[in-house]
């Protein structure tokens, strides 16, 4: 490495110190902290992120939000060039440049990872690295923003890319599209999803017995966060939308996160502040109340409807439910495509449908997407894991039941559907058969396939409940939740638990998965499993059982267990 560049970090590092005692480390979703202690973090990301550009010629995102943690908090995170999270390799490398304790120490590290790495650094002026940057609406987004900003500029040739504030999933889809040669500015976005959103609507068959619009409503809580400006600015490029947005954060309206927002709906089952019985859904026939929770960066979302009995009670509709709705549907349209009564075209192409869950999943959705004759496959919590493996079929839907969840299509699905549609508008324009390519080909465009994204798959669930002439309810009832119970444990060191098959079983401490077991043997429908957090210093506990009793006396012996093994 030239001493021109050395200098130039050593000059501008020395002016972030990292914090002390403090060991940082890049999580499940990248480094979240307090924000107070995070600029010298940020800006060693900034290099990370300026060196991953130059790694792989390609652009890269920078993102500074902590989703649904609380308004102190703050975080940072990347996105690769096919618009995904930071290859998995590259992880212990954020860990190390994170934690180097002096401006030496650092330049020793990145000296050593660019030749490891064979990364083609210059030094000739030429514009050689590009990261775009955004920020959720954070107040301390403005300075962390600035310490990427160095950070990137620490390394000569790199380039930012000031997008903004900007919901996570919309930072990605502009990697995933600047890399694709694409246009990609917030218009663009909008752009495209609006436009197959409504290319989607123009293609439901009109049946006599759906809810008409107008009768139809939708509320959507926008976690006081960036959603909510964003959803307002889609809401117009959709006017006639019926769609009341709440808790938008716009003009002072409550706090980021705080009793608001697809994270506490979630977990909590209650109805978030700013929601009450003025809001309890009815069923009957025309009328239809449903309502939605995106979380503070937007890349969850969740349905819920007000209990009647009791109006702080919800009823979730969560992201095991957005999953099987999307499977029947993407199902569905092949079935039409590919069924008995098609036309047969161009090959006999059979694309793998696959749908990817975690062990957090409840057990009556797993069950449900089986009997549907769907493949599914669990993998580890996190959305970098469930990306990876859906990436590997031909259509791959994914979701926690947290509500962060997306569709991947092949590039060889796509140039089949898009042959296939060509074939069909010239043999049978109009047809059942060239409808469904249509609107396969809609979804490819609707759903943001860099990652969850809470408002175009809000556009999504609208438009396949329309499509189906579906309610809420009807949504819902598709199959019934097992009753469930997460807890935590605070023990001494999260770490000592080690576990395997997508977090279902414990390897370490010996021992422990026999007494799990034996527990969840006296539970009808029982099932157990505990993790270390990814997030929080902590080994979480689910159970799911056929009784809520039993499913919180069975969380409650398992939780007993996990104190007897690791805090004695
Ligand atoms: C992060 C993950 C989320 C996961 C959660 C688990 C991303 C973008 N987010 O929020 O997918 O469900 O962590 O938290 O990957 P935990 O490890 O504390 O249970
Ligand atoms: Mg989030």
Redesign the pocket.
Same mark, same amino acid.
């Given at each position: 490495m030239k001493e021109e560049q050395k200098s130039l970090i050593l000059k501008i590092s020395s002016q972030y110190p990292p914090p002390q005692g403090v060991k940082l480390s890049y &999580?499940?979703? &990248?480094f979240r902290e307090d924000a107070s202690i995070l600029v010298s973090t940020v800006y060693r990301v900034g290099i990370l992120a300026a060196l991953r550009s130059l790694k792989t010629q390609s652009v890269i995102g920078l993102m500074i939000t902590a $989703?649904?943690n609380k308004v102190n908090d703050n975080g940072v995170?990347i996105a690769d060039p096919s618009g995904g999270?930071l290859t998995q390799d590259w992880e212990p490398f954020a860990d190390r440049l994170a934690n180097a304790q002096d401006p030496q120490n650092l330049i020793e590290l990145i000296v050593e990872f660019v030749e490891k790495e064979n990364i083609p650094l210059h030094w000739d002026g030429m514009r050689s690295a590009e990261i775009l940057l955004g920020r959720d609406t954070r107040p301390s987004g403005e300075s962390l923003l600035q310490a990427a900003k160095q950070g990137i500029d620490s390394i000569i040739g790199a380039v930012s890319v000031d997008m903004g504030i900007v919901t996570?999933p919309q930072l990605h889809w502009m990697v995933r599209a600047r890399n694709q040669g694409m246009k990609a500015t917030e218009f663009d976005y909008f752009q495209q999803i609006s436009d197959s959103f409504r290319c989607f609507m123009g293609l439901i068959p009109t049946k006599s017995d759906q809810v008409s619009e107008g009768a139809d409503k939708l509320i959507v809580d926008c976690a006081n966060g960036v959603g909510g400006e964003k959803l307002i600015a889609l809401k117009k490029m959709l006017n006639g939308k019926a769609m009341e947005v709440r808790n938008s954060g716009l003009e002072g309206e409550g706090e980021l996160n705080e009793r608001v927002g697809a994270?506490f709906v979630q977990k909590e089952k209650v109805v978030p502040l700013g929601f009450g019985t003025e809001d309890v859904g009815i069923s009957i026939l025309l009328s239809e109340l449903r309502c939605a929770s995106l979380d503070g960066d937007a890349?969850?979302l969740v349905y819920f409807t007000v209990a009647s009995n009791n109006t702080s009670r919800i009823d979730l509709v969560d992201g095991d439910k957005m999953l099987s709705l999307f499977a029947i549907f993407i199902k569905d349209q092949i079935g039409i495509l590919k069924g008995e009564g098609a036309k047969k075209t161009t090959n006999n192409y059979e694309p793998r449908l696959g749908v990817v869950q975690?062990a957090?999943a409840n057990g009556a959705s797993t069950d449900y997407l089986k009997n549907l004759g769907l493949e599914v496959v669990l993998t580890p919590? &996190? /959305?970098?894991?469930?990306h990876e493996k859906a990436a590997q079929y031909d259509i791959g839907i994914y979701f %926690?039941a947290?509500g962060?969840g997306t569709i991947l299509f092949s590039q060889s699905f796509l140039s089949w559907l898009e042959a296939e549609n060509k074939e069909l508008s010239s043999t049978s324009k109009g047809s059942e058969e060239q409808k469904a390519a249509l609107r396969l080909l809609a979804v490819t465009k609707l759903i943001n396939q860099a /990652?969850?994204d809470a408002l175009s798959g809000l556009l999504m669930v609208e438009a396949i409940l329309k499509h189906m002439g579906w309610s809420i309810h009807k949504w819902s009832e598709l199959y019934q939740d097992l009753p469930s119970r997460m807890l935590k444990v605070i023990v001494k060191d999260r770490t000592a638990v080690v576990t395997t098959n997508a977090e279902t079983e414990v390897v370490k401490p010996t021992g422990i998965q026999d007494a799990i077991n034996a527990e969840i043997a006296k539970c009808s429908r029982g099932r157990s499993f505990i993790?270390? $957090?990814?997030? %929080?210093d902590?080994i979480?506990v689910y159970a799911e059982a056929s009784t809520q009793e039993a499913a919180d006396s069975l969380a409650n012996s398992v939780a007993k267990l996990v104190d007897q093994f690791l805090n004695s």
């Open positions: &999580g499940t979703a &990248g $989703s649904h995170k999270m996570t994270d890349d969850r975690t957090y919590t &996190g /959305v970098k894991y469930l %926690e947290n962060h /990652v969850g993790r270390p $957090s990814g997030t %929080e902590i979480r």
